[in-house]
């Protein structure tokens, strides 16, 4: 059963830009979360869609927004690029929902901005 | 609101050496207790949960983790470490409401031969 699938891997955009990450969660899975992982601040919470509804949403600005269409994948689109947006990006999917903490993470989408 | 707190950031075992990874939460109700951990370059892998029963729990990889309500403690532990068990480790509460899961800032285990 293939795993969470998250693309691009890598990329590199400068201050203003916007960007949009792309999730395919694990077949079946109807929930996909979103973490921003940064070594001073560790994983935080984006937002979870579940079913096409966002279900909970973290403490980041209107700037970094998500989406997800009728087959569960999920995108994430952040605009007008900070320096402070660099990070790696996680997916993580679920049967259940992300609060029974059962994820299944993909190996992360690395953004730096110049 | 719910919080996960592991107070160490870093840790160095020697090889063969056990480990213990310290874990607080706090959480309103019965909490939902997980254990991950990364790899570098690579996304989270979960170890071990928690749901209910038993409160010393099994995971993958030779690890266990005890849950102690008195103490809101779940530390990881493994008896005997091996240098592929050199990653980060990330300690999450969640539950059955309706909110998001909840991580640590993570501890960096190095492992010296």
């Known amino acids: 059963k293939a795993g969470v699938t998250q693309t691009p891997r890598y990329l590199i955009k400068t201050r203003g830009q916007q960007v949009t990450l792309s999730c395919s969660p694990i077949s079946g899975h109807r929930s996909v979360s979103w973490y921003q992982q940064t070594p001073g601040q560790g994983l935080q919470f984006l937002f979870e869609?579940?079913?096409?509804?966002?279900?909970n949403k973290g403490n980041f600005p209107g700037r970094f927004s998500g989406r997800q269409f009728s087959n569960s994948r999920s995108e994430m689109n952040v605009s007008t690029l900070e320096l402070g947006d660099s990070a790696l990006y996680l997916c993580?999917?679920?049967?259940?929902?992300?609060?029974?903490?059962?994820?299944?993470f993909g190996e992360g989408s690395r953004l730096t901005v110049l | 609101a719910q919080s996960v707190t592991q107070p160490d950031i870093h840790i160095t075992v020697s090889e063969g050496a056990s480990l213990e990874l310290r874990c607080n939460y706090s959480?309103?109700?019965?909490?939902?207790l997980f254990w991950y951990v990364q790899s570098p370059g690579q996304g989270l892998q979960l170890l071990l949960k928690y749901f209910s029963g038993d409160t010393l729990v099994q995971g993958i990889k030779g690890f266990e983790a005890e849950f102690k309500r008195s103490q809101s403690s779940f530390n990881l532990r493994k008896p005997s470490v091996h240098w592929s068990d050199a990653a980060e480790y990330f300690c999450a509460v969640g539950g059955l409401g309706n909110e998001k899961l909840t991580f640590g800032t993570g501890t960096r285990l190095t492992i010296i031969p």
């Open positions: 869609y579940f079913s096409e509804t966002q279900r």
């Open positions: 959480y309103g109700a019965t909490p939902y």
């Open positions: 993580a999917s679920s049967l259940a929902g992300s609060n029974t903490g059962e994820l299944f």
